[in-house]
């Protein structure tokens, strides 16, 4: 069964500095990945997703992932912070049930910027 | 191009009562999906819809919940009686089709407080 873990429920940065939040699945067939971010009392809107092709994705705001199968790894990062990143972000592993996709959601990253 | 429609945004009610809620996914998506967010978890898929059929409601809990989702468009979501636990954000999303390349968009979620 597909799953992930997101190491790390708050990460805290400054403002211009990398960022690096980590996702790790499990799956026991090659995997569609997603980065999801979420705002304050707002829905979640897609990052990037990774299905076939490229293993470095990119995606809006700057941010791309990589993924590494041999790690069984999708780390999401940006290479300097702005104050409007902050919000909860989901890594999410898609599978297959009876024909549609079923996304499963890591419990989430929260991340902090600070000035 | 009109987003995911979620009402009402909150909702306070005491245990044993009933609640409902509703969805208007983007015009012409076939796929609706409801999610449980409880704090500091992931998301939870709950029940999906290709039009007006089920597809998967695997993790809904029957004995209180229910949804429906008339002609293929709206749909409403349940609960009856409420529990304690039930406190989340229900989150509606809509996709064109059920396929892993079609992006799921998500509402901004109906908060369900249980007292």
């Known amino acids: 069964a597909q799953s992930v873990t997101q190491l790390g429920s708050h990460v805290s940065v400054s403002e211009g500095a990398l960022v690096l939040l980590r996702c790790n699945y499990s799956?026991?067939?090659?995997?569609?990945l997603f980065w999801y971010v979420q705002y304050p009392n707002q829905g979640l809107q897609l990052l990037l997703k990774?299905?076939?092709?490229?293993?470095l994705v990119k995606g809006i705001n700057g941010f791309e992932a990589e993924f590494k199968k041999s790690e069984t790894s999708f780390h999401l990062t940006k290479p300097s912070a702005h104050m409007s990143d902050a919000a909860e972000y989901f890594c999410a592993v898609s599978r297959a049930h009876q024909g549609a996709q079923k996304l499963v959601f890591g419990q989430g990253t929260r991340l902090t910027i600070n000035p | 191009e009109a987003g995911v429609a979620q009402s009402p945004r909150y909702k306070i009610i005491e245990k044993r009562q009933s609640v409902a809620f509703w969805c208007n996914p983007i015009s012409g998506h076939a796929t609706l999906y409801w999610y449980q967010q409880i704090l500091g978890q992931g998301p939870k898929l709950l029940i999906q819809?290709?039009?007006?059929?089920?597809?998967?409601d695997s993790q809904l809990p029957k004995d209180r919940f229910s949804a429906e989702r008339l002609k293929g468009v709206d749909s409403t979501l349940k609960i009856q009686p409420a529990k304690l636990e039930d406190s989340a954000v229900y989150l509606c999303?809509?996709?064109?089709?059920?396929?892993?390349?079609?992006?799921?968009?998500f509402g901004p979620g109906t908060r369900l407080t249980v007292t």
């Open positions: 999303a809509s996709s064109l089709d059920s396929g892993t390349s079609y992006e799921q968009y």
């Open positions: 819809f290709q039009n007006n059929g089920v597809v998967d």
């Open positions: 799956s026991s067939v090659p995997p569609y």
């Open positions: 990774y299905t076939t092709g490229a293993t």
